[in-house]
């Protein structure tokens, strides 16, 4: 109603308890009325923030897939010793990969080898044991890494059937 329709009406607001008192009532639900619908719809947002943020979190804690890196030594000879095998370019890897593959020289026999990744200074950033195959002519290994604490950089990967000597190969981790 606009005020220029209500003005008769507020003498007689004013001077009548029983119209006051309605009038109060009407006034005080109109405000209870706005508040709930006020704090509906912040509970609203809340609710969708916090199922947001909920997703969110379970999404980082999804497992990352599996990476794997292929090393391809079957053309490259075997030296002997702690010195890389400079022939050739650097094997490359990414620091986020979780499992490495390993195709050995031609006329490398299955069984256990040593794996290794040297650092500077000869430091030993990984280091596991894992049993190669030979299928279809080829031997290979595969073997579970986490380098993801390694800074990019040039490092050694090193093999050892048991009982041999240690065969290096030069790896730069991106």
């Not at 507020?10 to 001077?15: F, R, T």
């Not at 809340?46 to 199922?51: E, G, P, R, S």
């Not at 890196?69 to 053309?75: F, H, K, P």
């Not at 794996?115 to 030979?134: C, H």
Request: proline letters at 6%; hydrophobic letters at 40%.
């Amino acid at each position: 109603m606009p005020l220029s329709e209500a003005e008769k009406w507020l003498d007689h607001l004013g001077s009548c308890s029983p119209c006051y008192s309605d009038f109060s009532g009407f006034q005080a639900a109109y405000r209870g009325r706005r508040t709930r619908t006020f704090l509906a719809i912040a509970a609203s947002i809340l609710i969708v923030a916090l199922l947001a943020g909920w997703a969110l979190f379970l999404r980082q804690k999804e497992p990352v897939g599996v990476e794997t890196a292929v090393l391809d030594l079957r053309n490259r000879s075997m030296p002997r010793g702690t010195e890389p095998n400079t022939a050739g370019p650097p094997l490359e890897i990414g620091r986020n990969v979780s499992q490495l593959k390993i195709y050995l020289p031609l006329g490398s026999s299955d069984g256990d080898y040593g794996v290794r990744i040297l650092g500077p200074e000869e430091k030993i950033l990984f280091v596991a044991l894992a049993g190669a195959r030979v299928q279809q002519g080829t031997t290979s290994l595969a073997v579970e890494i986490n380098i993801s604490s390694a800074s990019p950089g040039l490092y050694v990967l090193q093999l050892q059937k048991a009982g041999s000597e240690w065969t290096s190969y030069p790896l730069r981790v991106r």
